[in-house]
């Protein structure tokens, strides 16, 4: 193909406008190159501690028709991202970066799988319908595939398998509609000091804390166990990994989701977990609790078909997968997943 091909296919497509092209400064055709590198870091051996990571292109190269790279190299940089950040600052032992390339690597050969089967048919020519014999491609199917593909190329269709930060899948039930290794899929609520209504997803930063969602079962009893335990057992994970002279809710942040109305819901009465008393002044943060939104089609526990009656915690990894859903009151269960992962802290870090 050569600078004047490119001129006529455009002559074609602006028609009946015209262009003249007075002079070419720069032409150059692009080839569709797909590859993968072994491994996103350094380490040669199972046991032996990464100490080079690269992400994004360095990684995975292909074609740049849907915009799929972008969004999977964002993910591979927020992946490793609040993993350093965890060792550099003293919360997870080093050993938690090598489940950075063991995360990823998975992706990336989707993401190659994906992309021969795209540029394939994009460089098909498209099917003449008196002719389908000749071959080419349908541009309905094409509009399909594109439309079917949407979550992947988006980078939320991405599943972690069970892992040290993926959880098994035995209580799964208790919230079908949060699919345990998969990206938190928020949905709306009323948040309750203010009657606001927001997307639950809304609340979490991107600022390296784990997130505790704990939806209430139906008379509560169990979510105020859970608080309870939360915010005094010694062998809770707040207890045993925050600092002391932290607030309660610098690595772990805790929010309940009620099935009572916002209006119904009697601020006072509330666990103490969920009014802590943060910052400087220690001053109450009321931000910690929801309540399901009344509004035909938005109720949150409809909506990811939570259990009502027992209730349920999604725990949700710092870079928003959902690392395990578990009873309200699987207290010795909860303390075990992040007893691998958080190291009790020696120092403050900031």
Request: proline content about 7%; charged content about 25%.
């Amino acid at each position: 193909m050569t600078s004047d091909d490119v001129m006529e296919v455009a002559a074609r497509v602006l028609a009946p406008y015209t262009i003249e092209v007075m002079q070419v400064a720069w032409f150059s055709i692009y080839e569709v190159a797909q590859r993968l590198t072994d491994a996103f870091d350094d380490a040669t051996a199972p046991d032996e501690m990464p100490r080079v990571f690269i992400a994004g292109d360095a990684c995975h190269t292909h074609s740049a028709k849907a915009g799929q790279g972008m969004n999977v190299s964002m993910q591979d940089a927020f992946n490793l991202g609040w993993k350093l950040a965890a060792v550099i600052q003293g919360r997870s032992d080093p050993a938690l970066l090598a489940t950075y390339s063991a995360e990823r690597h998975p992706v990336a050969q989707q993401l190659i799988d994906f992309d021969r089967e795209w540029s394939a048919m994009l460089a098909a020519p498209p099917r003449d319908p008196e002719h389908p014999e000749n071959g080419g491609v349908d541009p309905a199917e094409l509009q399909d595939y594109f439309v079917r593909q949407g979550g992947y190329t988006a980078g939320v269709a991405i599943r972690y398998g069970q892992s040290e930060l993926i959880g098994h899948v035995d209580h799964a039930t208790l919230a079908s509609g949060f699919e345990i290794g998969t990206r938190f899929h928020s949905a709306p609520v009323i948040r309750v000091a203010d009657a606001r209504a927001m997307q639950l997803g809304h609340v979490a930063r991107a600022d390296g804390r784990w997130r505790l969602y704990a939806f209430s079962d139906r008379p509560g009893e169990r979510l105020a166990r859970l608080c309870a335990w939360l915010g005094e057992d010694v062998s809770s994970p707040l207890q045993r990994f925050t600092p002391p002279d932290v607030d309660i809710d610098a690595l772990i942040d805790v929010r309940a989701v009620l099935q009572v109305a916002h209006r119904d819901v009697e601020l006072g009465e509330l666990p103490a977990l969920l009014l802590p008393h943060k910052g400087r002044l220690g001053l109450i943060d009321y931000e910690k609790v929801f309540s399901a939104d009344p509004q035909p089609g938005r109720d949150i526990f409809d909506a990811r078909r939570i259990d009502r009656e027992l209730g349920c915690l999604v725990i949700v990894r710092p870079d928003q997968f959902i690392a395990h859903v578990l009873p309200l009151d699987a207290h010795a269960a909860i303390a075990a997943f992040f007893a691998p992962i958080l190291l009790t802290p020696a120092v403050t870090y900031q």
